[in-house]
């Protein structure tokens, strides 16, 4: 059994960053592929970015692609998404998830073991 808790959510103004951390328990972190969806209220749950077991391969929604980087740190068992040049489109909560069994992670919901009770990130104007 995994654990996920992330943080580092809050208020941000359009144009500004914000860093997400999520930080998870045991001590098979470093064979998990892991990755980040959203949900905006009324809409579904979406995909944002996902990162291998080792953090060797990365993929990112088009939606994103440019602005938001995740990374990992098996040492510290914490993946990250730095969110760069916000926009009010952003705003929505975050959800970090982790699998078991893809090594190079994916972009479906279902494919993913584990998820963290997510964290508001909310893009002002």
């Known amino acids: 059994q995994v654990q996920l808790v992330e943080s580092g959510g809050g208020l941000v103004q359009a144009g500004g960053s914000l860093r997400l951390s999520c930080a998870a328990s045991?001590?098979?972190?470093?064979?998990?592929?892991m990755g980040w969806f959203r949900q905006a209220t009324e809409k579904e749950r979406e995909f944002v970015a996902s990162?291998?077991?080792?953090?060797?391969?990365?993929a990112y929604a088009d939606s994103v692609k440019g602005r938001f980087t995740i990374s990992r740190d098996n040492a510290k068992n914490t993946v990250y998404l730095q969110m760069n040049n916000m926009k009010s489109e952003d705003t929505a909560y975050y959800y970090c998830?982790?699998?078991?069994?893809?090594?190079?992670?994916?972009?479906?919901?279902?494919?993913?073991?584990?998820w963290g009770q997510g964290t508001q990130v909310t893009v002002s104007s």
């Open positions: 990162i291998s077991f080792n953090g060797g391969r990365t």
């Open positions: 998830a982790a699998d078991r069994h893809l090594k190079s992670g994916s972009d479906l919901p279902w494919e993913y073991d584990y």
């Open positions: 045991g001590r098979s972190f470093d064979s998990y592929a």
